[in-house]
């Protein structure tokens, strides 16, 4: 009964080795949400779809990209991992109704480390 | 400026206590409200929406000033398990902004 699932739950790279994070969502939500969350911070916003409209925080460096296929799944690919970019990430989805985006519902994570 | 701002804490009080929270925000075209739990090493998950009447679930009350722009959160009756971290969310129709967090730890 997982509602936002994650895959895979840990994922070792190497450096500058391209990585993709996978995402999906029994919940028939039409908004998914990227997150990167290190040590101690808040969770940043990478970027989010909206059905499939796509949008792009401004400071998101280029090095992230995203999928979104389909309504269920959604993908992030680090092209260029760094050291820098070991994180947990965290997928999410909300509704949107009207002008409001509602409660997000937040997959396990995907703890990326980077040698 | 932070968009959303928390004390980090630590707050540590006994098993028992009262402990409240404060967050502030920038954004005065914030329309929702949130506060999320996230223990170690996991997800944030929704602890309670915030309403502008206030509202009550249990143990915990949540207060939002939209004039003073800030948003708390009251725990009363404090359990060894509810010690987490706290996230203050405030969203707009096109943005979803986090706090970092304010570290709870209670000891019996």
């Known amino acids: 009964d997982a509602m936002v699932i994650q895959n895979p739950r840990y994922q070792v790279t190497q450096f500058g080795k391209p990585v993709t994070l996978s995402c999906s969502q029994t919940l028939n939500h039409n908004v998914m949400y990227w997150y990167q969350q290190k040590s101690s911070q808040a969770p940043k916003l990478l970027f989010h779809?909206?059905?499939?409209?796509?949008?792009n925080e401004a400071d998101t460096p280029d090095n992230f990209q995203s999928r979104r296929p389909n309504t269920s799944f959604c993908f992030l690919d680090i092209r260029s991992p760094g050291l820098g970019d070991a994180a947990m990430y965290l997928c999410?989805?909300?509704?949107?109704?009207?002008?409001?985006?509602?409660?997000?519902?937040f997959g396990p994570g995907t703890r990326l480390l980077v040698l | 400026r932070k968009e959303v701002e928390q004390d980090p804490g630590p707050f540590n009080v006994p098993e028992g206590a009262t402990v409240a929270f404060n967050c502030t925000y920038s954004?005065?075209?914030?329309?929702?409200f949130f506060w999320y739990r996230q223990d170690c090493r996991k997800e944030p998950k929704l602890l309670m929406s915030?309403?502008?009447s206030g509202n009550e679930d249990g143990r915990f009350t949540a207060q939002l000033n939209r004039a003073s722009q800030y948003i708390s959160l009251l725990i009363r009756d404090s359990k060894l398990s509810d010690s987490a971290t706290y996230l203050c969310?405030?969203?707009?129709?096109?943005?979803?902004?986090f706090g970092s967090g304010t570290r709870l730890s209670i000891r019996p």
């Open positions: 779809y909206y059905d499939k409209d796509f949008n």
């Open positions: 954004n005065s075209a914030s329309q929702s």
């Open positions: 915030v309403y502008s």
């Open positions: 999410a989805t909300s509704k949107r109704a009207g002008g409001a985006l509602e409660t997000q519902y």
């Open positions: 969310v405030a969203s707009s129709a096109s943005k979803i902004i």
